[in-house]
């Protein structure tokens, strides 16, 4: 029986950003956002830069060890002939047993959920059903063969079953934590077994996803990167993910919280990482091989 043996070279470059700064900076920032009453193009920015935040990228009730997709946050993925209905952000996650597209859809922080009567708001109805329309697009098994092929769904997730999973972020804490009639209702607002409601005080940035990049889908399992993160790393544990996703370079030299030295360590060391992934036969991967 043949043994699988190291097939890669790391070599030291110039360190990244520390995760834990990374982490403290992206909740900080997130605060700082917050206390301005952002406008919601300013939220959805803020976070198409900083995916930490985005929750989602593990499994519902059970946290699964598993990566994302590619290990990346999809930005307003479409869903062919829904028209305006379209998710803001999208996880694809899996455990062993099942795989989860995990729609996401963001509102301007300052909405109400209640009237002053205590019943749901006109504009968090309208939030409410745009999950009901996602679902409805997900039960018709020609929609979820469409989907797989769209975002290039791998065969091992395929092999397991398929569960939708929708988070609504919407609202304050400010609204409804001092008035126990209003936490309780809001209780009862997203009880499905698939859906769930977040507020946008719950988001902290989780630090075992700061290699997310953020991506838009170009069709056939294709990707381009929009952002990538400045603790950004090279190994072998994510270098299968650099064969899917297009205009890494840039998204490097775009972000301002890289050094220029370690942009150039790591645009040197991407095609070196793609080749090794692209090359058949076992890998064997020893643990924390980061560059």
Known sequence: MSRLSITYELVPGPPGMPNDEYVALCNQRYRELLAGDPEEPKVQDFLERHPCLVPGHSTPSARSGHMPLHCSLIMQPKLEGLGKYIPDFMWVSTHSGAWFPTLIEIEKPDKKIF????????????????????????????????????????DYMLARSMQLHMILIYGRRSEFENDRRLTRQRGTLLTGHDEELVSFDALQADGDITQ???????????????????????????A????????????????????EERKTFLKQRIPYW???ASTPGGKLIEPNSVE
Do not use: C, M
């Not at 990538?228 to 190994?235: A, C, E, I, M, Y």
């Open 115 to 154: 009237n002053k009567d205590g019943t749901p708001s006109a504009h968090f109805n309208r939030a409410r059903n745009q999950l009901n329309q996602w679902r409805s697009w997900f039960d018709d098994p020609t929609n979820q063969l469409l989907f797989s092929q769209q975002y290039g769904i791998p």
């Open 212 to 238: 997310a990049f953020t991506v838009k889908a170009l069709g056939h399992g294709q990707y381009q990167a929009v952002n990538v993160p400045p603790v950004l790393s090279t190994g072998p544990d994510l």
């Open 240 to 259: 299968e993910r650099l064969l899917s996703i297009k205009g890494i370079a840039e998204a490097i030299d775009k972000n301002p919280d890289i050094a």
């Open 274 to 276: 793609q080749e090794w």
